[in-house]
């Protein structure tokens, strides 16, 4: 039996723990790989009375989940009690989120998991308690260190319509154009090329970079970005045979037809990848970390913590999330 995926509690307040229950009681429709959630038992409990299941759990280790994934749903235990309700964090929240993202890093990396797939977290909670990372993805990357290198972490956001990886990711506008360079999107290329040949089974996959300026920079009058950075970043790539396009211009690069013509959309900034993809497939979309040691998956939102315990929370990105994890691993077909 292959070994499960372990998901994360991620922010015990928001929605995680809800669409957690939500996929599991869909495991059969869905035919789910199996997965344990790292938490609190009676804390998953209370949450699935809360919403109204009458929720078969059973203690887990990571080695008993896959069997008993069928008939209950296996819980393991990071040994942290959370209290908090629903949209409202307390002292509880991030040390449970934390530990959680730990044991499921470390039960993948000594093969008791196939994949991490983590369920969101609030940062701005995590911060109060001294969390000193952007966000998953970096804390993801430091966890990955070894001998004091550390992975660089590439965010793609996979949909079965559409692929996109921001170069620069939790920064501001100011901050992200003050750290764009030709290097750091060669280097983000370079991964994403890797990664989509190794895991998602593309023998060449065809690039789509975008410009950083309204029309792609309109030959230098509206910025020069894409003369004097993006052009170059095309140019080193070609050189070393990867199909790449580019600089396109945003505004154009989305729509169906031109969807079409490429396996993965490189943008410039944050808001330039997710708010397409947000657009076109909210439902469906999957926060993927390349470059790392370990698969790792999310579903692509928040925490919502206006809806948690409400029984409102859409657990269809996350059942996205738990198959493309599974089928990056090789545990389940595309």
Not at 15 to 21: C, K, L, T
Not at 23 to 34: F, G, V
Not at 137 to 161: C, I, Q
Request: with cysteine; glycine share 8%.
């Amino acid at each position: 039996m292959a070994q499960p995926l372990a998901l994360t509690l991620g922010e015990p307040a928001g929605i995680g723990p809800d669409v957690a229950i939500a996929a599991w009681l869909r495991r059969r429709e869905h035919d789910l790989p199996p997965f344990y959630l790292l938490g609190d038992r009676d804390f998953i409990a209370a949450r699935a009375r809360m919403l109204g299941h009458d929720l078969a759990i059973v203690d887990a280790t990571p080695a008993t989940a896959a069997a008993a994934f069928a008939d209950a749903l296996p819980v393991v235990s990071t040994g942290d009690a959370v209290t908090a309700q629903p949209g409202r964090p307390d002292a509880s929240s991030a040390p449970a989120a934390i530990a959680s993202i730990r044991q499921a890093v470390a039960d993948v990396e000594a093969g008791r998991a196939s994949a991490v797939v983590t369920n969101p977290i609030a940062k701005h909670v995590l911060y109060r308690a001294g969390f000193s990372h952007p966000g998953h993805t970096e804390f993801l990357a430091e966890l990955a260190a070894r001998d004091g290198k550390t992975p660089m972490p590439v965010m793609l956001l996979w949909s079965p319509t559409l692929a996109v990886v921001p170069v620069t990711i939790h920064v501001s506008l100011r901050d992200a154009i003050e750290q764009l360079t030709s290097q750091l999107i060669t280097a983000t290329a370079r991964i994403v090329v890797a990664e989509l040949k190794a895991r998602f089974g593309l023998r060449r996959p065809r690039l789509a970079i975008s410009g950083l300026n309204p029309h792609a920079g309109e030959d230098g009058a509206l910025g020069d970005e894409e003369q004097t950075i993006i052009a170059q970043a095309i140019t080193v790539l070609r050189n070393e045979g990867i199909d790449v396009r580019g600089p396109l211009p945003a505004d154009t690069m989305f729509h169906p037809a031109a969807r079409e013509t490429y396996d993965c959309a490189i943008c410039m900034y944050h808001d330039q990848a997710l708010i397409p993809i947000k657009t076109i497939a909210f439902d469906d979309g999957v926060n993927v970390t390349l470059g790392l040691p370990f698969i790792r998956t999310s579903p692509d939102h928040g925490t919502a913590f206006d809806i948690a315990g409400t029984g409102r929370a859409n657990p269809s990105s996350l059942i996205a999330a738990l198959k493309l994890a599974a089928r990056m691993a090789g545990t389940q077909p595309s």
